[in-house]
């Protein structure tokens, strides 16, 4: 009885990664990768006809177009998989990824072995993310603060670039009420100044 090879399709906006991926993924016994995609309007013509197990899918610079496709695919054709191959390695893309449904999520700089190994669990039923990708999802929930909502809209003004007063003034508090949450914000976040605040809330977009 023949050997059943996975049937992998890519989508790449780079055909030299999309020909590396594939030569890289090829040298493995147990799947085949059929097919690769330039844009993701060529795949969408395709798979229309024609459906691989696993689409392996380069997020594109427009995240949000991704995105988009990603949840169309997933409703259009539930019995196939999606792994996301990538370099977006920041919490708020990986998280939006995750909550269309993908079934995987793989980093670009990954080794091969962990992608093939994506491929072949999230065909058997599992979700798979690359350990690199656990790494980012695991320090920046560490990061999540429980605030109340006084607490985030003083966080907000203070992002906005607002002093204590003018913080006091908009949303009708005292200054030293202002300067209390402040100190209780900057506590809970770790930090010791408003400027390590600020960066960290811009960096990891906790607002």
Not at 64 to 85: L, N, Q, R
Not at 105 to 128: C, F, N
Not at 167 to 191: C, D, P, Q
């Amino acid at each position: 009885m023949k050997h059943y090879r996975i049937d992998v399709n890519i989508v790449d906006h780079h055909t030299m990664v999309g020909q590396g991926l594939t030569d890289a993924i090829n040298r493995s016994s147990s799947i085949h990768v059929s097919r690769t995609f330039n844009t993701l309007e060529a795949c969408r013509q395709t798979l229309q006809e024609r459906r691989p197990d696993v689409l392996l899918l380069d997020i594109p610079t427009a995240v949000s177009e991704g995105i988009d496709f990603c949840k169309e695919i997933i409703t259009a054709y539930p019995k196939m998989k999606i792994i996301a191959v990538t370099i977006h390695d920041e919490y708020p893309v990986i998280q939006r990824m995750l909550e269309t449904g993908v079934h995987g999520y793989v980093l670009k700089y990954s080794p091969v072995e962990q992608l093939t190994e994506a491929i072949i669990r999230v065909w058997q039923g599992e979700r798979y993310i690359c350990q690199k990708t656990q790494a980012v999802i695991s320090q920046s929930q560490q990061r999540m603060v429980a605030l109340t909502p006084v607490e985030r809209n003083i966080l907000r003004l203070i992002c906005d670039g607002l002093t204590n007063p003018q913080t006091a003034n908009r949303l009708s508090l005292s200054t030293e009420t202002v300067n209390w949450y402040r100190k209780r914000i900057l506590a809970k976040f770790g930090v010791n100044n408003t400027v390590n605040l600020v960066r960290l809330v811009l960096k990891e977009k906790l607002l």
